[in-house]
């Protein structure tokens, strides 16, 4: 079988050609450090949560998940009175393949939505792989939404109305999240928003071969963080699903999912799988596959035509299932 790559769209293959001596394809286990000290991670430190002053920002310390450390949650509540009622929350879990990022990064997006729709929105931190592999990152992910959910009311927002949201491998550990709370019985989330998850740790379907060595995280950087996560685990037999959601055998009985993925990246195929998998269990998902699309294409991109109708989409289905 031969890998021809579909095509990029071509003002986000204009984007890429700018950006690529900064993002590069690949990711080797030896480079994690140097790209944890990089400047991309300062700049992600300067950005005005405030939102010009629309926000009230609070890093809060709350404990972690039994016997291990606390851990820290950025809290942005809207600082106009609130329009009707307790307000929604957004939990939001950050990107970067297992290995990079913190409670700062991707938080612009639900931000912008929190805006629209009068939300609070909580960023957790969560223990990066390889120090901390699986479960740290999901079982401190869980401790936050915890703490969120018995604290709604004290930050003004309503317990029964939390939508969880993340890109890449925080779109994957959403993913994990609404599985783990389905099981345990714990709070249980109104929506996802999962923005090019990261699902699989087999790394072996056709997108993952077509991208090998274009655009941004292709199949060495993937089999990067998932053996970051898993270690030998990582392919074999014994992957949980609360580690990798593609493995899950049941995924009836969870909140209604948005979905989305570039058509010229690693998960497209895996995102595709799921978003049907949901289907074929009796769930609801909305799905978008964005022709041309790498992976995050609309944070690298945002003034483009195709990352401008991403991100309308994401409040558009946040409106929908809000009733806003």
Not at 285 to 297: K, M, R, S
């Amino acid at each position: 079988m031969t890998h021809v790559p579909p095509p990029f769209d071509p003002e986000l293959a204009a984007a890429l050609e700018l950006i690529k001596d900064v993002i590069s394809p690949g990711l080797a286990l030896d480079e994690i450090d140097a790209i944890r000290e990089g400047a991309g991670i300062q700049l992600l430190a300067e950005q005005d949560l405030t939102r010009g002053g629309a926000f009230e920002v609070e890093d809060r310390q709350v404990p972690g998940p039994q016997g291990e450390p606390d851990i820290s949650l950025l809290i942005c509540r809207p600082t106009a009175p609130a329009t009707s009622g307790a307000r929604p929350l957004i939990y939001h879990v950050h990107g970067g393949g297992m290995v990079l990022g913190d409670n700062r990064a991707g938080v612009d997006g639900p931000l912008a939505w929190a805006e629209e729709l009068d939300a609070v929105v909580v960023s957790v931190e969560y223990r990066l792989a390889p120090e901390h592999p699986y479960p740290a990152p999901i079982e401190d992910v869980y401790a936050g939404l915890l703490w969120t959910a018995d604290h709604a009311a004290e930050l003004g927002a309503d317990p029964e109305r939390i939508v969880v949201a993340g890109a890449s491998a925080g779109g994957g550990l959403c993913a994990a999240l609404t599985l783990l709370t389905r099981d345990r019985k714990g709070p249980q989330p109104i929506g996802q928003v999962l923005m090019c998850p990261m699902l699989d740790d087999r790394n072996d379907t056709p997108s993952t071969y077509q991208m090998a060595g274009l655009g941004v995280w292709d199949r060495t950087a993937n089999e990067t963080g998932w053996t970051a996560l898993l270690g030998e685990r990582r392919g074999g037999p014994d992957v949980p699903a609360y580690a990798a959601p593609a493995r899950a055998e049941d995924l009836s009985g969870l909140p209604p999912a948005f979905l989305d993925v570039g058509s010229a990246e690693t998960f497209r195929d895996e995102v595709v799988a799921y978003a049907s998998r949901i289907w074929q269990a009796g769930g609801m998902a909305e799905l978008h596959v964005w022709p041309g699309g790498f992976h995050g294409f609309d944070g690298f991109a945002p003034q483009a035509a195709l990352s401008q109708s991403a991100r309308a989409a994401h409040l558009d289905w946040l409106r929908r299932l809000l009733g806003e």
